[in-house]
């Protein structure tokens, strides 16, 4: 009976200490920043339109930084260059999707001296592997173990492309040992154009203290068909809270979801997810509703499929949310 009184008393220590650490949140409006460039996912499309959403419901100041080519074009192709993001200076919230990005060494700091820094933060599906660096051994420790850290897994693969926008590929519900999480609030079982990565399973475990909310089952598997179903299970977590302490020694809430292509945020389901997400992160889960944070788009939302190559949106320049 001790110990369990123990363990009990441990786990309200924990749960005060990680509410109490964001209160700092929750009497302003807060200061959301969007870190994203991805050749693959139109994150261009999908982080814009959260963060006008966040602008109506929360009043939030939203700074979006984006993958700008030298005539100062939206190009997700461009791999070494996000602009704007000193925002993250007096940022409350960073939200990451980037893709394999080579960034100069000064930019990269940005980012990463922020999730050290102790403040929350959210990651969208190719956060995994946001970093790629070739040649610059000093920054290798950001292709895979910053991720795995920060954010619970670094990349690994994937059940595989298949009719990419044409079916979806990822049979999504909630988790019966999540039922009570706020960030679960108005989320139904939905299916998901995102093929299902591979993250716990096999040789490979969540790193740190992944409170697991969603699971995927893949509906089309490259693995499966391979007989591998034993290193890479047809289903796996799609999206999980924990916690990252950097070197300031404060602790950070971070909400991470694999889930991510741009026709996945049509669903309501996807969009409250990932609001929900957001609210956590920042300390705000008592001001989400019981059926969820409105997700009701602010503009029309209708993206490109994802897919490499010029398959973005031609001639985009960057947009200012509430300016």
């Given at each position: 009976?001790?110990?369990?009184?123990?363990?009990?008393?441990?786990?309200?220590?924990?749960?005060?200490?990680?509410?109490?650490?964001?209160?700092?949140?929750?009497?302003?409006?807060?200061?959301?920043?969007?870190?994203?460039?991805?050749?693959?996912?139109?994150?261009?499309?999908?982080?814009?339109?959260?963060?006008?959403?966040?602008?109506?419901?929360?009043?939030?100041?939203?700074?979006?930084?984006?993958?700008?080519?030298?005539?100062?074009?939206?190009?997700?192709?461009?791999?070494?260059?996000?602009?704007?993001?000193?925002?993250?200076?007096?940022?409350?919230?960073?939200?990451?999707?980037?893709?394999?990005?080579?960034?100069?060494?000064?930019?990269?700091?940005?980012?990463?001296?922020?999730?050290?820094?102790?403040?929350?933060?959210?990651?969208?599906?190719?956060?995994?592997?946001?970093?790629?660096?070739?040649?610059?051994?000093?920054?290798?420790?950001?292709?895979?173990?910053?991720?795995?850290?920060?954010?619970?897994?670094?990349?690994?693969?994937?059940?595989?492309?298949?009719?990419?926008?044409?079916?979806?590929?990822?049979?999504v519900y909630p988790l019966n040992t999540a039922a009570a999480s706020p960030v679960l609030k108005g989320v139904k079982?939905?299916?998901?154009?995102?093929?299902?990565?591979?993250?716990?399973?096999?040789?490979?475990?969540?790193?740190?203290?992944?409170?697991?909310?969603?699971?995927?089952?893949?509906?089309?598997?490259?693995?499966?068909?391979?007989?591998?179903?034993?290193?890479?299970?047809?289903?796996?977590?799609?999206?999980?809270?924990?916690?990252?302490?950097?070197?300031?020694?404060?602790?950070?809430?971070?909400?991470?979801?694999?889930?991510?292509?741009?026709y996945d945020f049509k669903n309501e389901s996807m969009r409250k997810l990932a609001l929900n997400g957001i609210y956590?992160?920042?300390?705000?889960?008592?001001?989400?509703?019981?059926?969820?944070?409105?997700?009701?788009?602010?503009?029309?939302?209708?993206?490109?499929?994802?897919?490499?190559?010029?398959?973005?949106?031609?001639?985009?320049?960057?947009?200012?949310?509430?300016?």
């Amino acid at each position: 009976m001790k110990t369990k009184t123990f363990i009990q008393l441990g786990l309200l220590v924990c749960a005060s200490f990680l509410f109490s650490s964001n209160q700092e949140y929750a009497g302003k409006k807060p200061h959301i920043v969007f870190v994203f460039g991805d050749e693959e996912y139109r994150s261009e499309e999908s982080m814009p339109m959260l963060g006008k959403i966040l602008h109506r419901e929360l009043k939030a100041k939203i700074s979006l930084c984006y993958p700008l080519d030298d005539k100062g074009i939206v190009n997700p192709n461009v791999n070494n260059n996000i602009v704007g993001l000193e925002a993250l200076k007096t940022a409350d919230l960073m939200v990451v999707f980037t893709r394999w990005r080579e960034l100069p060494r000064e930019q990269a700091k940005w980012i990463t001296d922020f999730a050290e820094s102790g403040k929350p933060i959210v990651g969208f599906r190719t956060a995994t592997h946001t970093f790629m660096y070739k040649k610059d051994s000093s920054l290798f420790q950001l292709n895979n173990d910053w991720p795995a850290k920060v954010f619970g897994q670094q990349w690994i693969t994937h059940h595989g492309h298949f009719d990419d926008g044409q079916n979806p590929l990822t049979e999504v519900y909630p988790l019966n040992t999540a039922a009570a999480s706020p960030v679960l609030k108005g989320v139904k079982p939905f299916q998901a154009y995102s093929w299902l990565y591979h993250v716990n399973g096999g040789e490979w475990k969540l790193n740190g203290n992944c409170e697991l909310l969603l699971e995927g089952k893949s509906l089309k598997s490259q693995h499966e068909m391979k007989n591998q179903l034993n290193l890479y299970p047809i289903t796996n977590p799609v999206a999980w809270t924990k916690t990252y302490t950097g070197t300031s020694g404060k602790t950070a809430r971070v909400f991470f979801t694999t889930l991510g292509h741009p026709y996945d945020f049509k669903n309501e389901s996807m969009r409250k997810l990932a609001l929900n997400g957001i609210y956590w992160a920042l300390g705000l889960e008592q001001k989400i509703p019981v059926n969820g944070v409105k997700a009701d788009f602010v503009d029309p939302y209708e993206p490109n499929n994802s897919g490499f190559g010029e398959k973005f949106k031609p001639n985009q320049k960057p947009i200012k949310i509430g300016k």
